[in-house]
């Protein structure tokens, strides 16, 4: 099986990789259109700020491409905002994969949501063996709103998007590489979808 992880320099790629390989597989790191068409499985990472994580997309044409692939696609954390249509940080347009926009946490709790929260009303194959209300690691500012396309929910001042799915796409809020055998087990479905 072919896995490419998305080489767009907003990443902690290195953690992801290690999962992976942990897993029994490899990863490939690629910027490479070709190359990421031709992969089984996509990871699109991100950590770091969503309009400057757009123009890098922008300036290697990958965010052309990302909404035509047609394998599975998982977005984790700042990957599955950019995935939505618009994101409040840096006024940011997304690409428009997932019909929400991404808002601010607001100043009534402490910013950015960092640690460990639980994910419950899960509604795909994606969390086989999970239970509800397992703990995952986070730490964003910014969040999805609940709406059609959720598959998780979190609640931090509100209930929110902690993963979305529409067709082949997939986006986490939380960090499955850092979230210990229950991340590793979403990875892992993620690889056998």
């Not at 052309?64 to 696609?73: D, F, N, S």
Request: charge should be negative.
């Amino acid at each position: 099986m072919k896995i490419v992880i998305i080489n767009y320099g907003a990443g902690n790629i290195q953690s992801i990789m290690f999962a992976i390989e942990r897993l029994g597989f490899k990863a490939v790191l690629s910027d490479n259109p070709e190359e990421i068409k031709g992969a089984d499985k996509v990871i699109f990472p991100g950590v770091g700020e969503a309009s400057s994580a757009m123009e890098m997309l922008r300036k290697s044409g990958l965010d052309a491409l990302i909404p035509t692939l047609k394998q599975p696609v998982l977005g984790i954390c700042l990957g599955m905002q950019l995935m939505c249509k618009t994101s409040e940080e840096g006024n940011t347009k997304g690409l428009g994969i997932f019909d929400i926009d991404v808002i601010k946490f607001t100043s009534k709790v402490k910013v950015p949501q960092m640690g460990w929260n639980q994910i419950y009303n899960l509604k795909s194959s994606l969390f086989e063996g999970i239970k509800e209300k397992e703990y995952m690691y986070l730490v964003h500012s910014f969040y999805a709103p609940n709406c059609p396309e959720t598959i998780a929910t979190t609640d931090y001042e509100v209930e929110y998007a902690s993963a979305l799915q529409k067709n082949n796409f997939y986006g986490t809020q939380f960090h499955p590489e850092k979230s210990g055998d229950a991340g590793e087990q979403i990875l892992g479905n993620f690889l056998n979808l």
